[in-house]
């Protein structure tokens, strides 16, 4: 009887403790600061009573720079008109070591698919666009082979254009970012430099003995 008592108690207890643990809690409770707790999200686009204007898309504070942005690049796109910071980029230099034959594979890939469309797969401007005058592009892409203005372009003049734009090309920040447009440029050079004639080796008997 004793032993019987003592598993119907064990019993009532093991149950009481299902059940309690059991129980889903439905009431959140109450928060302290409701406000700082949950935020108010707005759409991107969409009407915004926070600002003057209306608008939630906003353009990053001048002079902050994003959240594991290791290029930090500092020139500002110049107004219509003005050409001092598009000067001013010839000075900066690519801050990328050489890259490796894996990088330079990526890099490659990073070309074709933002850049080859225009300047085409060889770097001599007939890509889709132009197709030897048969595409939809009035004129012809600039020739990043071939040419010497291209060529002879400073890395840091050719970042500053593949970020804002330049003429009709449209800049490429929102496509691909700092580190990849320094290694397209790698690809670029590397392809410049390797399509550069060798210079001529001295001949072997350009001295003539003397008798």
Not at 15 to 20: A, K, N, P, Q
Not at 47 to 57: A, E, K, L, R, S
Not at 112 to 135: F, R, V
Not at 155 to 178: H, P, R, V
């Amino acid at each position: 009887m004793k032993k019987l008592s003592i598993i119907s108690v064990l019993f009532f207890l093991m149950t009481f403790l299902v059940i309690s643990c059991s129980d889903v809690k439905r009431e959140p409770g109450k928060a302290y600061m409701p406000d700082m707790a949950y935020s108010r999200a707005y759409e991107t686009y969409t009407v915004n009573p926070v600002f003057i204007d209306g608008q939630t898309n906003r353009e990053p504070v001048a002079g902050t720079v994003k959240r594991g942005e290791v290029f930090v690049y500092h020139l500002a796109m110049d107004k219509t008109g003005d050409t001092t910071n598009y000067y001013a980029s010839r000075a900066t230099k690519n801050p990328l070591p050489a890259l490796s034959d894996v990088d330079m594979k990526e890099a490659e890939r990073a070309y074709l698919i933002n850049c080859g469309i225009c300047h085409g797969a060889k770097l001599d401007g007939n890509g889709p666009l132009w197709k030897d005058g048969d595409g939809p592009y009035p004129a012809k892409p600039a020739a990043l082979v071939g040419d010497a203005k291209y060529e002879n372009m400073p890395e840091g003049q050719m970042f500053y254009s593949i970020t804002y734009g330049k003429n009709l090309m449209g800049g490429y920040a929102s496509q691909i970012n700092a580190k990849q447009r320094w290694m397209v440029i790698s690809y670029i050079k590397k392809k410049q430099n390797k399509l550069q004639p060798a210079p001529a080796a001295a001949a072997a008997d350009s001295v003539v003995a003397k008798p």
